[in-house]
């Protein structure tokens, strides 16, 4: 397997431009979760999906962050307009999301994000 | 989910074994202790996770006390590309949320 395969690896743009990450998950999983990991901060999540539904959200920093799963083996997080504060390392990761047990994340390579 | 503590940071010679600590004191009797690490600039990489007896697999082995109120997670042959920060988890059974990742231990390895 592929693994967690997230795009761009490296992404620069300056303010207020849209940024689009993307991510396909391993395949057989049905959970997907967006992290986001800064210095100041650590690793924090932002979203997480179960079969292709957002579940949580509650990490989402504000309006301008947006994530889709418009199926089970892709999912975007948009940042709309995009702000220097944004610039951070952003991991995407999937588990297989077993009932009842327990469900070990398998983690992308990430992106790194740098908004001028 | 509990909460753990971990050293900030660890020496190893390279080829020896590195034990590394952490103490989860409130853990509850169904709660998994999981190991993740992260080596520079990479995503988190799952290690191992147990419950209560000790695991063994390919990269590592998990040493939970009998209490279950700390464990260790042992790397038998440290290499430098084990140089990495390693952090220890402890999380509900059947939880689908998210990880919550502490500071963890920052090994380093030396020739």
């Known amino acids: 397997d592929a693994g967690v395969i997230q795009s761009p690896r490296h992404e620069v743009t300056e303010m207020g431009q849209e940024v689009t990450l993307r991510c396909k998950p391993i395949?057989?999983?049905?959970?997907l979760f967006w992290y986001r990991q800064t210095m100041m901060r650590g690793l924090e999540l932002l979203i997480y999906?179960?079969?292709?539904?957002?579940?949580?959200d509650s990490g989402m920093p504000e309006d301008r962050f947006s994530a889709k799963m418009p199926n089970a083996s892709f999912s975007t997080l948009k940042i709309q307009p995009s702000e220097p504060r944004d610039s951070a390392v952003y991991f995407c990761?999937?588990?297989?999301?077993?009932?009842?047990?327990?469900?070990?994340?398998?983690f992308g390579p990430g992106t790194r994000l740098t908004v001028l | 989910d509990a909460k753990t503590t971990q050293p900030t940071s660890m020496d190893c010679a390279e080829g020896r074994a590195a034990n590394l600590p952490c103490n989860h004191s409130?853990?509850?009797?169904?709660?998994?202790v999981y190991w993740y690490r992260q080596i520079h600039s990479q995503g988190p990489q799952y290690i191992i996770h147990?419950?209560?007896n000790n695991e063994t697999n390919e990269m590592a082995s998990l040493i939970i006390t009998e209490d279950r109120k700390s464990s260790t997670l042992i790397l038998p042959h440290a290499t430098l590309r084990d140089t990495a920060v390693y952090y220890c988890?402890?999380?509900?059974?059947?939880?689908?949320?998210?990880?919550?990742f502490g500071k963890g231990t920052k090994l380093s390895v030396k020739p």
């Open positions: 147990g419950l209560k």
């Open positions: 990761a999937s588990s297989s999301g077993l009932a009842g047990g327990t469900d070990t994340q398998y």
């Open positions: 999906f179960n079969n292709n539904v957002p579940i949580d």
């Open positions: 409130t853990i509850s009797g169904n709660e998994y």
């Open positions: 988890i402890v999380r509900r059974r059947g939880s689908q949320g998210n990880l919550i």
């Open positions: 395949s057989g999983h049905n959970s």
